[in-house]
């Protein structure tokens, strides 16, 4: 099987939802699948550890204006966490996802909910979302909370 990960890592997030993707990944991979990882391009990303663990990775761009500038924002201000509006995050992951066609789709993003997992489901088989704050909705198969 082919399963991509979205995930972010920053000096302002923090690593735990890479490191546990990580986790999740080595196993996979230790068992014959193929992972991916998307991750924006924030300070602090971890793509050369996920590139270290023989994962693919996939950077997306930072965003070049101040307009969602995250500096200074509050910790609980998640939508500020992803650099960029969802729609946009949402528009690079499946041009990413779409050549791949992974099988499954794990999402571990405190700023993505059921509107970015809509948008992405016509681009894998399925959408697992690691959500520990049950804060939103989501659109998936399966949720781990």
């Known amino acids: 099987m082919r ?3 979205r995930a972010d890592a920053s000096v302002q997030i923090g690593t735990g939802h890479v490191m546990r993707c990580l986790t999740l ?3 996979l991979t230790r068992q ?3 992972c991916q990882f998307i991750c924006r391009e924030h300070e602090g990303h971890l793509g ?3 590139a ?3 994962h693919g990775l996939t950077l997306l761009s930072p965003r070049v204006d101040n307009e969602l500038d995250t500096k200074g924002a509050s910790s609980d201000n998640y939508a500020l966490w992803l650099g960029v509006p969802w729609q946009e995050d949402a528009r690079q992951t499946f041009d990413v996802l779409t050549p ?3 099988d499954w789709l794990v999402v571990d993003h405190y700023a993505l909910d059921a509107e970015w997992d809509s948008a992405l489901a016509n681009a ?4 697992m979302v690691i959500d520990d704050l049950a804060n939103r909705v989501h659109e998936c198969a ?3 909370d």
């Open 32 to 34: 014959g699948h193929e």
């Open 100 to 102: 791949w066609k992974p």
């Open 25 to 27: 990944a080595d196993e």
């Open 52 to 54: 270290s663990n023989g």
């Open 3 to 5: 399963i991509a990960f």
């Open 48 to 50: 050369d550890l996920i």
């Open 124 to 127: 894998v088989g399925s959408i």
């Open 142 to 144: 399966l949720l781990l």
